[in-house]
C-alpha cells in the first residue's frame, strides 16, 4: 500500500493524532512536567528567545499574508511555498517557546495589576485560545494539501479550512507580539 494513499485516506485522524501530540507538548512544558533542570540551560538563548520569537512572529505574518495573496492571484506554487515557511516558522517558533516555558516556567507580567487582569490576562486567554483552536485547521490544511494533487485540491476542504486557519494563525501571532510587547517593552 503506498504511504500517499493511505495518509490521504486518514487525513482527518491524522489531523486529530497531530493535533493531539503537538499539543500535549505544549501544555507538558507549560506545566513543566519535564523537570527544568533535565534540560541544558543556555542563558544567552533563553534571554534571546523572547526576541527572536517577536522576529519570527513578524516574519510568519508576513508570509501568511503573502501566501494569501499568492493564493487569490493564482499562484498555487508561491501560495504552497509561502504556507510550508509560515509552518516552518511556526515550528521554529514553538520549539524555542517550548524550551524557555520548560526550563524557566512562564513569564511573569511585571505590570500593574489593573493592566493585568484587564489588558494582559484577557489578551493571553483568547491567544492562547486562538492557538490551541489553530492547530488542528493548520494541520488538516497541510495534510490535504500535501496528499491531493492540485487539482484536486479544489475538490476539498482545504480552501474553507485553509481560511480559518489563516485567520486564527494571523490573529494569534498578532496577539503574541501585543503580549511581547506589554512582557518586554511596556512592563
Not at 509561502?82 to 515550528?91: P, T, V
Request: charged share 10%; with cysteine.
Amino acid at each position: 500500500m503506498e504511504t500517499g494513499s493511505w495518509a490521504r485516506r486518514r487525513v482527518p485522524e491524522l489531523t486529530a493524532i497531530l493535533s493531539l501530540v503537538s499539543l500535549a507538548f505544549v501544555f507538558g512544558a507549560a506545566l513543566q512536567v519535564l523537570p527544568p533542570e533535565a534540560l541544558p540551560e543556555f542563558p544567552a538563548l533563553l534571554a534571546a528567545i523572547p526576541h527572536l520569537n517577536a522576529v519570527i512572529s513578524l516574519a510568519a505574518i508576513g508570509t501568511i499574508l503573502a501566501g494569501v495573496r499568492a493564493i487569490k492571484a493564482g499562484a498555487v506554487d508561491r501560495h504552497r511555498r509561502l504556507m510550508l515557511a509560515s509552518f516552518g516558522l511556526f515550528a521554529a517558533f514553538l520549539v524555542l517557546y517550548l524550551y524557555r516555558v520548560a526550563v524557566l516556567g512562564p513569564s511573569p507580567f511585571e505590570g500593574p495589576e489593573s493592566v493585568r487582569l484587564f489588558v494582559y490576562l484577557p489578551i493571553l486567554a483568547v491567544h492562547i485560545g486562538l492557538a490551541v483552536i489553530c492547530v488542528p485547521f493548520v494541520y488538516y490544511a497541510l495534510l490535504v494539501a500535501a496528499t491531493r494533487p492540485i487539482t484536486e485540491i479544489y475538490e476539498s476542504n482545504h480552501r474553507r479550512v485553509g481560511r480559518i486557519a489563516a485567520v486564527l494563525w494571523l490573529v494569534s501571532f498578532s496577539m503574541g507580539l501585543v503580549i511581547y510587547t506589554l512582557l518586554y517593552h511596556i512592563y
